[in-house]
């Protein structure tokens, strides 16, 4: 209920506090506006990167301290503010308000809601540009972030404080990786932000629905600016989601930021830029692209338990166009994060999903905080794969192969299929250790080609029904014993068995229809 | 900027000021090195004052405070 005494009392607090107020500010004038930006005459005393408030209660941004005039861009109002308006210093740099109330909204770049639901009470004040973490102040990367995708966790480990880019060009699902990323946090204690800077509103709800449905808003803050928000609104969302982030972080929280993408924040800054008419460089960004995000990227880290122990995971993503990782914003990204998910649209177009390179992907840190029991199991995998991929470019040539050849491009075949998983079936890593254990056994050899990725989801929903008890046995931190191995072995030879009947009548038949179709075609 | 005493004070009141607000007004400009004054009469501040010195604006207007009480009311 809303207690009317209380607002009563505070109005007439208020009212008395303000008599006699009086207040000395700094004014200018603006002299000049367009596609957003003002230059005010005046302002003798703004510091660079202060906010400014237009009459009529519009925000800016001082970004340009010149001779006589101020540069700067407005965050709204931009057609409704006129020449001689007064702009006011505010003496302070842009905040973004943040508090727990945030888990579970909506907000824009600026901390307001847009989700429609209450104001949200902001605990506390942060500024949305800050100085990264100190050398002293950082800690080792020893915590993995699941993703739960199998591809990612076995050969592209990401340790909590870590910064991995996920790359690749448009329809590749880089942001399927992300938000399957961000569903799998559930219940592993880790706070997860989605910024998006310049997305489609329309993709965007889509994602907001997906994170609903799944029960993943209790944990997770959105910070959104769409593809008609003004510029400097889409420069200023990834550092604001930062901001929030750092709150956690800062109270001993492991935190998940996703910026959805940072192409799209290089090129509103571009437009800034260029509208401000600062010199353009490479492909008309200019010179200080590269410390735009190496700036915000540094920001991410594992603090030290001196300093709570808190940390923030990165997830950059990149678009690239024709699969260009040399163009100017990808090599920039890439050489400041801790290493790359790299997504090919041709592997995604032949079903491989998701469609890790596995050669071009790595992760520089994440290794280390890998849990001991896939680390055991999976080390050979990216060795095994790249053996694989060496032959089957040999075998396109259609020569005769030997038995030895012909066996291990099965196995390859199987373990990619193995890979593939379906968007938004997580894996825990107990699941992941039986399917890695199986994938790589002799006990591949009886299941027929192509049907892998059946056989693989069909043997965890067995287990689930009829052996929970072995997914209790596995330690994840433990190396995978031989008695261990053996029994998941047993219970996966139990299932194959069976189902290798059934499917064998189902091939059967479609054979015949294949051979009939097929004679059919021939006359 | 740095020579005050060029500057003209531009004065806005809600209405035309009795001889004892214009001295007061006076005194607090020359103390602040200026050596003229602009009056302007404009009715939407409601009442109060608002002094422009150069580049610094010393608002002590019953609009602007209501504003504030609006918005610290608001938010």
Known sequence: MVDVKAIGKTIVEKVQSANGYSDERTCGRIIYSGDGIIHISGLSDVKYNELLEVQGGYKALALNLEMDSVGAVLFSGEDKVRFGDLVYSTGKTVQMPVGEGFLGRIVDPLGEPIDGLSDIEAEDYRPVEFPAPAIMDRGKVNKPLQTGILAIDSMIPIGRGQRELIIGDRQTGKTAIAIDTILNQKGENVICIYVSIGQKASSLAKIITTLRNRGAMEYTCVVCSTADDDAPLQYLAPYSGCALAEYFMYRGKDVLIVYDDLSKHAVAYRTMSLLLKRPAGREAYPGDVFYLHSRLLERAAKLSPEKGGGSITALPIVETLAGDISAYIPTNVISITDGQIYLESELFNSGVRPAVNVGLSVSRVGGSAQRAAIRQISGQLRVNLAQYRELAIFMQFGSDLDAETQKTLNRGAKMTDTLKQRQYLNYSVREMIVLLTVSQSDLVDKIPEKKMTAYNEGLLDYIHANHADLLEKIDPDKKVDEELRAEILNVAEDYVNCSVGEDSHQADAEAEAESVENASDVK | ?75
């Open chain 2, 1 to 75: 900027m740095t020579n005050k005493n060029n500057i003209t004070a531009n004065v806005i009141l809600a209405r035309t000021p009795d001889a004892e607000t214009e001295a007061m007004i006076e005194k607090f400009v020359q103390e602040r090195g200026c050596g003229k004054v602009k009056y302007e009469i404009d009715k939407s501040i409601i009442g109060g004052v608002i002094i422009y010195i150069g580049d610094t604006v010393f608002d002590g207007s019953v609009r602007s405070r209501l504003d504030k009480i609006k918005s610290d009311v608001t938010a």
